[in-house]
């Protein structure tokens, strides 16, 4: 009796369909890696080894060459007060997390506290952990 196999495999291996795919990943990526841009403030924020936890509801943000950010929008100085109040509004006991560079002088920092401790707002400063 003479069985005969029906399906044969083939030996060759086709690698065109595995490239296709690789390339549509390829562009992919590099087009969803354009659509993410980092909004963040370069600084160099002093060290410490205490951290908290509380969750502010904005942060101000001081440069080395003392340009004024809320959040990431530039603004400057004598705008900062009413951003900040639009920007808080009515919340019950707003916190500003304080984003300074180490190199800004101690009464840039005050002038922020100030409006802070002026409007009852309360500020956390942010720090690096050591």
Request: glycine share 2%; charged share 20%.
């Amino acid at each position: 009796m003479g069985l005969k196999r029906r399906n044969t495999v083939n030996p060759t291996f086709s690698m065109s369909s595995m490239t296709d795919i690789v390339f549509l990943l390829l562009i992919f990526f590099m087009i969803t890696s354009t659509l993410v841009s980092p909004n963040a403030i370069k600084l160099n924020l002093p060290q410490s080894n205490q951290q908290t936890t509380v969750k502010a509801i904005t942060s101000v943000s001081i440069t080395s060459d003392l340009r004024y950010y809320v959040e990431n929008k530039r603004v400057g100085f004598d705008q900062l007060e009413a951003t900040l109040r639009n920007r808080i509004g009515d919340q019950q006991e707003p916190y500003i997390s304080l984003h300074v560079d180490e190199n800004v002088p101690m009464k840039e920092v005050v002038k922020v506290m100030n409006i802070a401790k002026n409007n009852d707002y309360k500020v956390i400063l942010a720090t690096r952990a050591r």
